[in-house]
Structure formats: C-alpha cells, structure tokens
C-alpha cells in the first residue's frame, strides 16, 4: 500500500503534467493561428493590391520575370534539376485551361508548374476570398487567386513551413520545462508532505509506545502551531493525559479497595475469631462456671458491638468514597462545638477544657457530617491522651473560611504516624480503635470542599485543624 506521501506527491504531478499539457495545448494553438494570419494577411493583401491597382498583363510579365530570376537565384536551384527549388513564395500566371503561362523570354519554372498543376480550378481559387491550404513537394503552403480584367489568373502561395518548424521547437521547449517542473515539483512535494506528515508519524509513534505500556508518552509540539495537525496533536495529547489520568485513578482505586478488603477482612476476624471461640466453648459445655458464662457473654456483646461499630464505619466510608449529596444548611459552628465540649465533660469531667467559641458563626454544611467529625477528633483525644491531658477547641472565621481546631497535650505522634494518619485501618502503635476515625474526618471534610491538617510535636500534643468554606 503506497503511502500518504507518495499519493499527494503522485496528485500534484498528476494536476501540474495536465495543467502543463493544456496550457501548451493553448499556447500552441494561439501560435500557430497568430503566424498562419500574418501569412493569410500578406497573401490578402498583395491579392487586393492586384485587384485595386488593375495591373495589366505587361506588369504582370515584369512580377513573373523577377520570380523566375529570383527563384533561379535561390541557393539550390543549381543542384535540383528534377525536383522543386524551396522558395518562401511561388507566383504564377495561368490561362483559363490552367496552363501555366509563358511571359516573354521566361518559361515558367518547375515549382510554378508545380502550383499550376496542384490547383484544378483556377477559377474557383479566384472567387475565393480567403487563402487555402495546398501541398508544393511535401510541403504546407497557403494559397491565393486573383482575376486580373484580361482573364489572366494569377496564383500566389506561400509556404508555411517555418511556421510549423516553430511550433515544433516550441513544443519541444514546452517539454523540456515541462519535465524539468514536474521533476522539481516531484521533489518539493515530498520534502514538504515529509515535513507536514512528521507530526502525523509522531502521534504513531506515541500511540504505538502506550500501547507498549508507556502512558506518559506524548507526542512533541510542531513548528507549526495553527495548523490542524497541530490542534490535532493538542487534543490528542488532552485525551492521552485524561486517559493517564483515568488509568492512574483506576489503579489506586484498585489498590485501595484490595488494601481496603484487607484490612477490613482482618479487622472482622478478630471479633468473629472471638465469637467463635467462646460459642464453641459454650456449645461444648465448658462454661460450666455461671461466672464464666457471664463474662463469656459479656465478651461476646463487647465483640458483637466492636464489629457492629466496625461496620458501620465501613459504611460511612464507602458513602464518602460515592461522593454523596450532603445535606447543606445554615449551621451554627459555635453551637456544635459548644454541644461536643459539653458530652467530653460529662464522660470525662476531670480533663481540663477550654472552648473559644464566642458568638454564633454560620455556615453552609451537613449538620450531622460536622457532628460526626467533631465526635471522632475527640474520641481520639479520650483513646489516646490520659485524662488529666488538657484539652481546646476553638473556631473562628478569618480570610473568607472557617477554621475549627482541636488541640491537645498528650504524647503526640512521630512523624512517619503523623504522615499517615488518615490511612484507612492505621493505628498510632497499634492502640486501640478501628483506625478509621481520622480517615472518615477527612472524607467528611473533603466533601464539604475543605480540607484537614494535622500538627504533631512528640511529648508536645496534637493539633487537628479542619478549614471550611465561610459560604
């Protein structure tokens, strides 16, 4: 199969040959019609002069004399005794037979018996006004009659073959250039189409290498930035990139949720593994103790809660994680700090707590979403600081947002715990807890368009702070 290059190369040699040949075509013919009138316009004219000036036969004896001696004089007439001399213009006089006529002295010559004998009816040449076409020894000759007021005819021809000896070498020039244009058009073409198809090969290129596997392969700008190939090649690189992008989502989507079946599969088979254990021990009567029985059950309800909470917040990641439709309304900030400070207080009345949240600041929000992320940061601070670890909850509006933090003065977290403690399942040392807490703040957080940060000094305490939208 022959390339792009080479049919754009073979089409416009193809249109220039047929733009070539027409326009010699043209050319030609113009010429030719141009020399063949001024032959047809000097044989009109010396037929008008005989007519118009009524030349008698004696004038006409004198014209015949110096054709003869001219024809006579012409470089071959010497050396061809049997054929006709090549003269330019062959005048002759007839009688009404068509005889050539003998003037005085001079016989006529064999080229004007020639013309004499090629003409049937002199008569009709005569009553032509337009020159004709005749053949003198082989060649083109045009040809007019006159009928002077004696009855004498006179016939005139003039050969034509220089015209076509012209046409001929013009045709030949045309053809020459015509060649060497094809042949120069053959070469631009193709180093242009080489030049303007490059990009074209480039995006082959770059298609068959992500194919290959390579997905951050894109295809190199062009030196020609408003041509189509090149918008071409910006929205196809747009898709490529989207196309990344799409598979790179995938596969950390994929990641997460195989890390994520594993974590939560391990974290459902302690509380099954326990349940399981103590049914058995039951089922095969060796709880025999009622006291056993009793704290045999009492595990299996703690275990039974633990999973239910277990998968409850299963549940509410896997709702954050299909972007749900909150349900935004004017909320009071204050107010559920205020609220959340007040059950730290009844569970834990000997912590020291400072609340600064003076004033009502409103916001547009999912009142239960904030409820939900302000119990879990504190539920951390209540698992993981000692109960005499003082602890603030401030929020205030500044710069067009809300900032709400939580600030405690426990041990802290080191820095590699720190950088992951919104994973899914992490503990800080293994403690206790689902290790889901801090991942559900922060898909409430990033539902609501905000976003949380985490500051940590070992030995120091911690600081969440949660940024929202002020609208």
Known sequence: ????RAKLTWVNVALLALGVVVATGVSVMGMRHYLLDSVDAELTQSRTSLLSTGLTMKDIERLSE??????????????????????????????????PVAIGALTPTPRQRA????????????????????????????MVGARLTDGTTVLMAAATQNVESGIKKALKLDAAFGVVLLGLLAVLTMISAHHRLRPLEDMVETASAIAEGDLTRRVPSSRAPATETEQ????????????????????????????????ASHELRTPLSAIRGYLQLYDKGMLRDPAERTRAWSRVIAETDRMGHLVDELLTLARLDQQPELRFRNVDLSRLVRDAADDLR??????????????????????????????????????HTPTDAPVTLGVERQDGVVRLRVADQGPGLAEEDAAR?????????????SGLGMAIVQGVVVAHGGEVEVETTPGAGLTVTVTLPAG
Do not use: W, Y
Request: net charge negative; proline share 4%; no cysteine.
């Open 346 to 383: 009844v569970q834990e009345p000997e912590r020291p707590l400072t609340v600064r949240a003076d004033g009502a600041v409103l916001i547009r929000a999912d009142e239960s979403g904030l409820r939900q992320v302000l119990g879990n940061l504190l539920g951390n601070v209540r698992v």
């Open 1 to 4: 199969m022959s390339s792009l």
């Open 66 to 99: 110096l054709g003869v001696v001219l024809d006579k004089l012409s470089p071959d007439g010497k050396e061809r005794a049997t054929s006709l001399p090549r003269g330019d213009t062959v005048f002759v006089a007839v009688d009404e037979r068509g005889e």
């Open 115 to 142: 013309l004499a004998a090629a003409v049937g009816d002199p008569d009709a040449v005569a009553d032509e006004s337009e020159p004709q076409d005749i053949t003198l020894d082989g060649d083109a000759h045009r």
């Open 232 to 263: 071409l090649r910006l929205a196809l690189n747009s898709m490529l990139h989207q196309v990344e992008s799409a598979f790179e989502t995938r596969e950390r989507s994929s990641a997460q949720l195989r890390r994520f079946v594993a974590d």
């Open 421 to 433: 403690v919104f994973d899914r399942f992490f503990r800080a040392g293994g403690g206790a807890g």
